[in-house]
């Protein structure tokens, strides 16, 4: 076959050519290229108009003033990658219909036309079906279903799910439970703990992880963690207490469990020093925490393993995940530290922690914005909101304490109890006086927004405790009747009491604000630092009236977290070891305690949970440094004798 010889064709007459400088000039001839919208938003897709897929709000829906929304998230925005979430989806929903159908076919005919009323009522027949899977999850392995028992927890399960303010998934985080139970729990961390005691995870870092369900991913989630604070506030839900009741399955071991089954031992991640520490929180509400402590020291050595702080400096403010991940890092630092201060206060020893060589990135309080907010940081309505109430600034003021704190617990760590009586040189005594400025001069700054009498929330109550925590160890090796005002004629033991007086107060209207079960663990913290000043100065008569009131505290808290029944019963053993009786008003929260002698002499615990009074007739083993561990023992022989 013989080739032919093609003739070049001519560019078209007129047509200008390319020109190095100016590259963005389009031939007057070629058309030009429509940008291509992969995905559109859901209003124009109803419609089937032109979008231009603009986020957060297409210029047709801000035009019209209207709700625009996008199916796929932003970074999901692909021909490929639409087609195959869609097609996914799709596969998901026939399989929760068909497994519907099978249940509405199979089931005993009670439960099928239980399920038959439900599906007149819901909206989405695909929440209903995923809600049946829910609740089986909760019935224990290998036992015949009960449709009455079987309905009762798919309604608990819908209960949960529908009261929780923050919704997640429970898959793949944890499979102890479903949606319901563990945005319940998520929740209720939010609302109660993350506020105050424990604000080192960063609340929209972690939603927003937990909601994408893609642990491998993740920064600042992980299953670890999610199982570890859904094992600390299983403690707290009366959801969990009924379920255990119910099918004998007891959710707060079983998180626990899964807690222990997710921890990673490798690289040092956020995720993992955070869930350390709230396994040793668990430890510590259960009486364990001798046991626990392993947890909480392998939190910090994996923090400084990490050197999360040169991490910090490395970070650029301007990039959005870099400005991210230093919230995260600051949160995590100088929130465990604020944590430290205060377990180190109550076991008698100096921080282990140091103040964090970063700055300080929890919100400051701010007069422009002085509202009390809700759990999403917007601003509180007490017919709307989810209680309680926050208020902006209170954890960033905990810190300027908790740096204090650590300074009073360096210098008083060779410190007896009321060893000093001021005389001689008077060094300590003007040490700890200046210090006591030192925490008045924090508190005087303090603006209204973050006082307990002018602003009354969670925070400010737990704040004035703090503070009055830091002044309890200020005074605590000084003699009582060392005069610290002359002209008002304050003593230490006045002082003390004082304080004593007020926290007590606090705890009060704080269960009168909130009387629920979801309380926060620092509630703990004011009666227990009551206590065990206030037993060594029994039976002095103002003591006597203040003592049944924390009695009575303790108990209430006692319902949630074993280790104040102990701690009742530690004080019982410390004036039985004195010859003396409980206060009489006091003596019916000490009945029916629920804590056996045969387990009392086998609690794990290095809780102080009283200080040595300095009185010539009581020897000092009696009391082995107000040790609950040894105390128990003591109350142990002696129930045995």
């Known amino acids: 076959m013989t080739s032919r010889h093609l003739v070049p064709l001519k560019p078209k007459p007129g047509a200008p050519e390319a020109d190095d400088h100016d590259s963005d000039h389009q031939p007057s001839g070629h058309r030009k290229s429509r940008t291509v919208i992969l995905v559109a938003c859901d209003p124009c897709r109803r419609l089937k ?22 199916e796929l998230p932003e ?77 009762t927890l798919r309604k608990l399960e819908l209960d949960a799910l529908e009261k929780s303010p923050i919704k997640i998934p429970a898959r793949p985080w ?17 609302k109660w703990d993350h506020s105050f005691l424990y604000p080192f995870i960063d609340r929209e870092c972690f939603i927003r992880e937990i909601r994408a369900a893609e642990p491998r991913g993740a920064k600042y989630c992980s299953p670890f963690l999610v199982n570890a604070i859904c094992a600390l506030r299983s403690y707290f839900s009366d959801t969990v207490d009924t379920i255990r009741h119910m099918t004998g399955r007891d959710l707060r071991e079983q998180f626990l469990a899964e807690t222990k089954k997710q921890y990673d031992h490798g690289v040092p991640a956020l995720p ?46 301007a990039d959005p995940d870099d400005a991210s991940k230093k919230r995260a890092i600051s949160k995590t630092s100088w929130g465990l530290f604020c944590l430290e201060s205060i377990t180190a206060t109550n076991f008698r020893h100096t921080d282990i922690l140091q103040s964090p060589p970063i700055p300080c990135l929890f ?17 509180f309505n007490s017919n709307t909101s989810p209680q309680p109430p926050s208020v902006t600034g209170a954890v960033n003021a905990f810190c300027e304490v908790a740096v204090l704190m650590s300074e009073v617990l360096a210098q008083g760590k060779d410190c007896k109890d009321n060893e000093n009586t001021g005389s001689g040189d008077g060094a300590v005594l003007k040490r700890q006086s200046e210090l006591l400025a030192r925490l008045s001069s924090i508190s005087n700054s303090l603006p209204s927004a973050l006082r307990h009498d002018y602003n009354f929330t969670p925070e400010t109550c737990f704040l004035r ?93 006692a319902t949630r977290m074993p280790i104040a029944a102990y701690v009742m019963k530690g004080w019982e053993s410390a004036l039985r070891s004195r010859r003396l009786e409980i206060p009489g008003p006091a003596q019916p929260y000490f009945q029916n305690l629920d804590a056996g002698e045969v387990e009392l002499k086998d609690i794990p615990s290095s809780l102080v949970v009283t200080h040595v009074p300095n009185v ?8 082995d440094d107000g040790e609950l561990g040894f105390l128990l023992q003591k109350w142990s022989a002696m129930s045995i004798g």
């Open 465 to 557: 405790i703090v503070m009055n925590t830091v002044a309890h160890s200020i005074l605590r090796p000084l003699h009582p009747d060392v005069v610290l005002d002359e002209v008002n004629g304050t003593t230490v033991k006045t002082a003390m009491l004082k304080h004593c007086a007020l926290d007590t107060e606090l705890m009060e209207q704080y269960f009168a604000k909130w009387p629920t079960g979801e309380f926060s663990t620092m509630v703990f913290v004011g009666p227990l630092n009551s206590g065990t000043v206030l037993l060594p100065m029994l039976p002095d008569e103002r003591a006597e009236q203040i003592f049944p009131r924390i009695c009575r505290l303790m108990r209430n808290i």
């Open 616 to 623: 010539e007739d009581v020897l000092s083993d009696q009391w």
């Open 363 to 379: 919100p400051g309080f701010s007069y422009e914005n002085a509202a009390n907010v809700d759990i999403f940081g917007q601003n």
């Open 272 to 317: 993992t020093i955070q869930g350390l520490w709230i396994m040793f929180a668990v430890s510590y509400l259960k009486g364990e925490d001798r046991n626990g402590s392993l947890y909480r020291f392998a939190s910090y050595g994996m923090l400084k393993r990490s050197r999360i702080d040169q991490v910090f400096l490395s970070l650029a403010d």
């Open 49 to 70: 108009t032109k979008c231009d897929g603009e986020r957060p709000a297409c210029r047709r829906c801000r035009h019209k003033r209207q709700e625009c929304t996008y």
């Open 75 to 151: 970074d999901a925005l692909s021909r490929s990658s639409a087609r195959k979430e869609l097609a996914n989806k799709l596969s998901r929903e026939n399989m929760e219909l068909r497994q519907l159908f099978h249940d509405l076919s199979k089931r005993p005919e009670p439960e099928a036309y239980n399920i038959f009323q439900r599906l007149r009522l819901v909206d989405d027949p695909i929440a209903l079906a995923h809600s049946i899977r829910q609740a089986e999850l909760l019935l224990p392995v290998g036992v015949p279903e009960d449709s009455d028992k079987f309905t």
């Open 174 to 190: 944890t499979t102890i439970a479903g949606d319901g139970i563990v945005s319940e729990l998520i929740s209720a961390w939010f």
